[in-house]
Nanobody, 115 residues
């Protein structure tokens, strides 16, 4: 079992920035990919950003140009830098680790953007 712990969420005004972190209890080097998802009240969980083992990234259209995902294998940590935040970015953000045959989720961190 791998435990994922997210941090960095909070309350921010529209236009502001936050950086989320997700630290794994085990090595993330062997993951196929790591990702951030979010779930707003009354909505389905959606993919926000993903980074592969090789470092390739992909983003949801809604966050392209504003969010940046990165990984530090030495620290078993991924990050999500969120800039120019909007009210519609308000959600619980979850970290996901894909080990191909197994996947793990963090407990989530709340991000609230006030307009």
């Amino acid at each position: 079992q791998v435990q994922l712990v997210e941090s960095g969420g909070g309350l921010v005004q529209a236009g502001g920035s936050l950086r989320l972190s997700c630290t794994a209890s085990g090595s993330i080097f062997s993951t196929n990919a790591m990702a951030w998802y979010r779930q707003a009240p009354g909505k389905q969980r959606e993919l926000v950003a993903i980074i592969t083992r090789g470092g390739s990234t992909n983003y949801a259209d809604a966050v392209k140009g504003r969010f940046t995902i990165s990984r530090d294998n030495a620290r078993n940590t991924i990050y999500l830098q969120m800039n120019s935040l909007k009210a519609e970015d308000t959600a619980v953000y979850y970290c996901n680790a894909d080990y191909i045959t197994l996947a793990f989720w963090g407990q989530g961190t709340q991000v609230t953007v006030s307009s």
